[in-house]
């Protein structure tokens, strides 16, 4: 296996967006040519595409081959769209990742990317509620809100979670939200915001809730010798794995407050890196709602089953605690543009190692980050383990 | 300028509404009709693997364990438990907004996992902070009419 490298990426705003899908497309691939200079746009060779529901936003599909058009991009390698729901951007960077790993690609780009607002939000649902299991699931209301509180739900009532723990995640992120000037929200908020916000699916509040939301993401990826030519300061992809326990339908999930399959992509994870969750600095974790925060700190290992809640109030979560958890402000402040959160969480890693994000959101010194991107109804966990160099050389064990 | 014009209203193709077509025959047929046809005679059904003992939700036409074909029909006891539930205030589909808001639950009938299983409905008849998790619940058959003369049929929970 080759060593591979981010070298450089673009974003854009995220929100309610008055732009179109192929604007956002060549908002963010703009913005990521011209974040390296170096880059000879033509020795880009291959081209892998995040995008969950083209089909259903923007009705249009075979849309890989449109993004090449879009930004100029002249394939001769690899070419892909990738689609597992809300972690179809992570996806695109795996595949990424792996074919120039194995010696099949360069130089490759890839771009995440979701336009979710139209006129008719009630169309945005029909949307979601396709990504569980439909015919059995969606059909008796199973988007994601009513999902994910009976998850919070579950988690009181076995481990006696509070509310304020919840919002004290979104008042967290919120912090860090504030410094980003690329997400959906950047006002900070308090628990009583949160607890007092309008009622979704109870328990859980609008601001318990991460939105629906419109923008792109595009980074480059490339190996070693290469990325060493495009920057100095390359972020390497050490590895990554996906785990899927629960399958897709309400049957298969068991227990809603254990994410097996988490935990099982966390210990795979660090076997293969021969790492700890002592040794991450940075955790991007998919806070699509403010409980999914509290249990991937429990099931990723930075404390116990059932202590996510005292985790988040005794403040480890913050940058200077146990882990630096979504400083960024995670998917709770820039919003879930399904195919982007996954490239986005990627961008925002790159960042930080390079130091270019501001002073009150700035991890020092850290070395080691991962990025964690679910799908679905949690059906499925997805990892990546970025560096900014201590484990490039890692070659994972199988 | 030459003109195109389009018709005021655009009838709602039926795949946008979240219920299965249910159709036996045909280019829209699906393998486990009879899940379909049992609930219009009034039971809730799945299927049960005659090989590994096995019981699948949803049904399906080969067994998921044991890849067998050699499955029964058996029904779901009519009594189970509330495992969780919610109430989906803000944010519904396109067509289940129009029940909005309604309860989202999810109840275990039978001994879930071994002999089983755990599934989603919506809950009428009572009120989300009259709800406890444990709480006895039974499955109830409903009929789903429109668009046209189209009948369908789903299943729903209510307070035992």
Redesign the interface.
Known sequence: MRNVAIVGGGITKFGVREASWRDLVQEAGKSAFEDIPELDRKDVDSLFVGASQPERWIYQTHVAPLVAELLGIDVKRVISRTEVACASGQSAIRYAWLSIATGLSDIAMVVGVEKMNTKFMNISQTCMVNVGNREFDGVNGFTAPPFFAMVAQRHMHRYGTTKEQMALVRVKNAKYGSMNPYAQFQKEVTVEKVMGSRMISPPLTLLDCSAITDGAVAIVLACEDIAKKLTDTPTWIACGVQVVEHAHTVNQMGELSEWLALRKAGKELYRMAKISPKDVDIAEVHDCFTISEIIEYEELGFCGKGEGGRFIEEGQSYIGGEVAVNPGGGLLSNGHPLGATGVRQAWEVMMQFRGDVPKGRYVDNAEIAIAHNLSGMAQLHHIMLYTRDKLRDVKFSR | MRVIKLPDSIELPTL?D???LQEPNGADATGIYDFYRNLADGDLTTTKCRDCGKIN??PVIVCSNCLSDNLEWVKIPETGELY???????????I??Q?AP?I?A?ARFGDY?DNG??????MFDTK?EDLR?GDKVRWEVVRVEGPGDRERY?YCFTKA
């Open positions: 946008l979240p219920w299965d939700f949803p969780a539930f919610t109430e989906m205030r803000l944010g519904a589909p396109l289940l907004d029940l309604f989202v999810i996992p299983v755990q599934i989603s409905g919506i989300y998790i789903w």
